[in-house]
């Protein structure tokens, strides 16, 4: 029984630590598509972790002449405690990628809306229209595009104030992870070694 307590704590030890980047992954060429690649099988390899040890444990539960020690109840506790953190930093670090893709789209497009916006470019739009209400369909054009860019930076201050309060979430669930992982790797060593 001892053995299964060792292996289950190794499995751990080895699930819990974040992957290596291999020469395909250092391949692809948007650095936010790899991170959301990680943390997806971050994210994966924990909900795997979870599920085990929660099968792992209801068997021993229901060992005949089995027993735990109050030491290893608490280590599963906490170890269980750790892959639910770290669960939650992958959700609000795959947040945080999203929010800056969208600051990103939402910058560009803003970009594009302040140059289309400019005199110039209003007049060159409208000289390809066959109209011969050429001022009121530049007022038009000039107002539907003063009316998108303010829409576009009242959404990007909005991103911006989601992103700088995800940036601080993140932040604390990985100080959280870290004190988890001081606190329960070292006596899972130990643990296994005494055995």
């Given amino acids: 029984m001892r053995f299964k307590i060792s292996f289950l704590l190794v499995s ?49 539960e229901n060992a005949p002449g089995a027993s735990m020690t109050e030491k290893q109840q608490r280590l599963i506790v906490g170890l269980q405690i750790l892959a639910s953190a770290e669960g939650i930093l992958a959700a609000r670090q795959k947040y945080q990628i999203e929010l800056v893709e969208k600051q990103g789209t939402t910058r560009t497009r803003l970009a594009q809306v302040e140059r289309d916006v400019t005199p110039h470019s209003i007049d060159r739009s409208v000289a390809f229209e066959g109209t011969t209400k050429t001022e009121e369909f530049r007022d038009n054009r000039r107002s539907a595009l003063v009316s998108e860019r303010a829409s576009l930076q009242a959404l990007l201050t909005q991103i911006n104030s989601s992103l700088a309060d995800a940036n601080d979430s993140v932040r604390e669930a990985q100080q959280l992870v870290i004190r988890l992982r001081r606190l329960y790797i070292p006596q899972i060593e130990r643990e296994i070694s005494d055995q």
Avoid: H, Y
């Fill in 12 to 60: 751990f030890a080895f699930v819990s630590s974040v992957p290596g980047q291999s020469a395909a992954s250092e391949a692809i060429a948007n650095p936010l598509t790899q991170i959301s690649s990680d943390l997806s099988k971050i994210s994966k390899s924990v909900q795997t972790l979870s599920d085990r040890m929660k099968s792992f444990v209801d068997k021993f």
